[in-house]
């Protein structure tokens, strides 16, 4: 009998200790996934950036919306083989990117010129219409030309005279002016309503100064009626499955636009940068861009150009917006920014 | 302004540009324009990169800054703005793009008020 409840209490640690032992192991198993979540699997090697162009330098505009869509675009114009794709200053316009992009997103108060938006907007924007060169349609040469016109200005092309979308435009400005409202709006006789009233001077400034100009530029995606832009969520997927999404658009000869939360980029440089610039701004910035539940105070576009393996992990091409010397620009590590994503977006078919 | 050939070396920290005269910074940077060395007096830049920029100075200068919009949309936009063009508005100077001539490629600089620059990311650099 004694010896019988030794066996069993013998039984009972054993199984105890086979239990601890495969804990032990799935743990270890667990912690060398988490340290191989950015191993370079089977990505292989693609590099388009080449077809994203030159480095871009939005600087203090909110733009990167619209220069990730417009360095995607870039990459769809190459693959159908437009003849100017070699060409670096061949860059599709900011103008044109954010020309369709309405509900706040295109507005350039002057020497306040932050404007959040979505990549999608611009990527409609620039398959429904076309797009200029950004040497016919520079952002700079619009600039001087809405500075002309008084301290702000609307651009949209595409806006009509309806009141309700001039109401729109007020409240948006408001917006984008941080006024609880646009003084004057109302009084259609006040001067700040006749500054405002701009959607046909503004088409006008777009049209003499932008669209005459590359009238005959104009590059038209050939596929653009069989193609749209689609976003998927990032948020709940892991490393290796965000890294699988892009690995499979990048070797379906795809940018993908990918927006990240700069707050959890590991790059020293960038965070010394992030925190010297937007200590006070940081809260606000979040619950402006509604991403505050997320924990994210500063969500940025990139285009994705390419993936390549080094010293066994991943490292993806990241076309990023902040000139040429950004530290968050060109082939960098998975494991820097991988974590950090928020959503994909890219041109697929309807 | 925007097409200005310039040619690296070393990579420089400061960069000096007065109208159309271009200058050498500091001893870890050389700039050539158009393969002309030039020497300069001391600048605005210059100083900033000898005394630093301390993180002081930014925390006021953050606190008297205009409240951002407050969007309606609870949709995740973005904005992104180049941390270190913010960083140049904030020490009181202009931001600035120059294009590589070639490769298309924009360099963001910082530019002060007496026209010496600095390369903006290099701001970054001198936080103390």
Same mark, same amino acid.
């Given at each position: 009998?004694?010896?019988?409840?030794?066996l069993l209490?013998?039984?009972?640690?054993?199984?105890?200790?086979?239990?601890?032992?495969?804990?032990a192991?799935?743990?270890?198993?667990?912690?060398?996934?988490?340290?191989g979540?950015?191993?370079?699997?089977?990505?292989?090697?693609i590099?388009l950036?080449?077809r994203?162009?030159a480095?871009?330098?939005?600087g203090?505009n909110?733009?990167?919306?619209a220069?990730?869509?417009?360095?995607?675009m870039r990459?769809?114009?190459?693959?159908?083989?437009?003849?100017?794709c070699g060409?670096?200053s061949?860059?599709?316009s900011?103008p044109d990117?954010?020309a369709?992009?309405r509900k706040?997103?295109?507005i350039?108060?002057?020497?306040?010129e932050?404007?959040?938006?979505?990549?999608?907007?611009?990527?409609?924007c620039?398959?429904?219409?076309?797009?200029?060169s950004?040497?016919?349609a520079?952002?700079?040469k619009y600039?001087?030309?809405?500075?002309?016109?008084g301290?702000f200005?609307?651009i949209?092309?595409?806006?009509s005279?309806?009141s309700?979308?001039?109401?729109?435009?007020?409240?948006?400005?408001?917006?984008?002016?941080?006024?609880?409202?646009?003084?004057?709006?109302g009084?259609?006789?006040?001067?700040?309503?006749?500054l405002?009233?701009?959607?046909?001077?503004?088409?006008?400034?777009?049209?003499?100064v932008?669209?005459?100009?590359?009238?005959?530029?104009?590059?038209?995606?050939?596929e653009?009626?069989?193609?749209?832009?689609?976003?998927?969520?990032?948020?709940?997927?892991?490393?290796?499955?965000v890294?699988?999404?892009?690995?499979?658009?990048?070797?379906?000869?795809?940018t993908?636009?990918?927006?990240?939360?700069?707050d959890?980029?590991a790059?020293?440089?960038?965070?010394k940068g992030?925190?010297?610039?937007?200590?006070?701004?940081?809260?606000?910035?979040?619950?402006e861009?509604?991403a505050?539940g997320?924990?994210?105070?500063?969500?940025?576009?990139?285009t994705?150009?390419?993936?390549r393996?080094?010293?066994?992990?991943?490292?993806?091409?990241?076309?990023?917006?902040?000139?040429?010397n950004?530290?968050?620009?060109?082939?960098?590590?998975?494991?820097?920014f991988?974590?950090?994503?928020?959503?994909?977006?890219f041109?697929g078919?309807? | 302004?925007?097409t200005?050939v310039l040619v690296?070396?070393?990579?420089?920290?400061?960069?000096?540009?007065?109208?159309?005269?271009?200058?050498s910074a500091?001893?870890n940077?050389?700039?050539t324009?158009?393969?002309?060395? *030039?020497?300069?007096?001391?600048? =605005?830049?210059q100083?900033?990169?000898?005394?630093g +920029?301390s993180?002081? /100075?930014?925390?006021?200068?953050?606190?008297?800054k205009?409240?951002?919009k407050?969007?309606?949309?609870t949709?995740?936009h973005?904005?992104g703005?180049?941390?270190?063009?913010?960083?140049?508005?904030?020490?009181?100077? *202009?931001p600035?793009?120059i294009? =590589?001539?070639?490769?298309g490629?924009?360099i963001? +600089?910082?530019?002060? /008020?007496?026209?010496s620059?600095i390369?903006?990311?290099?701001?970054?650099?001198?936080?103390?």
């Open positions: 009998m004694l010896g019988m409840r030794n209490k013998m039984k009972k640690l054993f199984c105890v200790l086979i239990l601890a032992a495969v804990t192991s799935t743990v270890s198993v667990s912690a060398s996934v988490g340290a979540d950015y191993g370079c699997g089977n990505s292989g090697s590099d950036s080449q994203l162009g480095v871009r330098n939005q203090v909110g733009l990167c919306w220069y990730s869509a417009a360095a995607a990459n769809e114009l190459c693959r159908e083989g437009h003849p100017r060409d670096a061949f860059q599709p900011i990117a954010t369709c992009a706040n997103l295109n350039f108060p002057v020497g306040k932050s404007s959040g938006g979505r990549p999608e907007r611009a990527l409609s620039m398959l429904g219409k076309g797009v200029c950004e040497e016919n520079s952002i700079e600039r001087q030309a809405v500075k002309g016109m301290e200005c609307p949209d092309p595409c806006a005279d309806k309700s979308d001039m109401k729109n435009y007020i409240d948006n400005l408001a917006n984008a002016t941080q006024q609880s409202s646009v003084h004057g709006f009084d259609e006789n006040s001067d700040e309503y006749a405002l009233n701009l959607p046909a001077k503004a088409a006008c400034v777009y049209k003499s932008i669209g005459e100009s590359c009238k005959r530029n104009r590059a038209v995606l050939r653009a009626k069989t193609v749209a832009p689609q976003t998927l969520m990032l948020l709940k997927k892991s490393s290796p499955e890294m699988e999404i892009l690995n499979n658009l990048l070797k379906s000869d795809k993908p636009i990918l927006a990240v939360c700069l959890n980029v790059i020293p440089e960038l965070q992030l925190a010297a610039a937007e200590k006070a701004e940081k809260a606000e910035k979040a619950e861009s509604g505050a997320r924990g994210c105070g500063n969500a940025h576009a990139v994705i150009g390419g993936v393996c080094h010293n066994g992990e991943a490292e993806y091409y990241v076309h990023n917006s902040w000139g040429k950004a530290p968050f620009h060109g082939w960098i590590p998975a494991s820097k991988i974590a950090a994503s928020l959503d994909v977006t041109i078919k309807k | 302004m925007m200005r690296l070396l070393l990579f420089p920290l400061v960069l000096l540009v007065n109208g159309s005269a271009n200058a500091n001893a940077a050389i700039i324009y158009k393969g002309v060395q *030039i020497s300069h007096a001391p600048s =605005e830049a100083k900033l990169v000898d005394q +920029i993180k002081a /100075s930014l925390a006021s200068n953050n606190s008297n205009m409240k951002t407050k969007a309606s949309s949709r995740l973005m904005s703005e180049n941390p270190a063009d913010l960083l140049c508005v904030e020490i009181k100077g *202009i600035e793009n294009k =590589e001539e070639k490769s490629d924009e963001s +600089i910082c530019r002060m /008020s007496d026209g620059f390369v903006s990311w290099d701001l970054i650099k001198i936080i103390k």
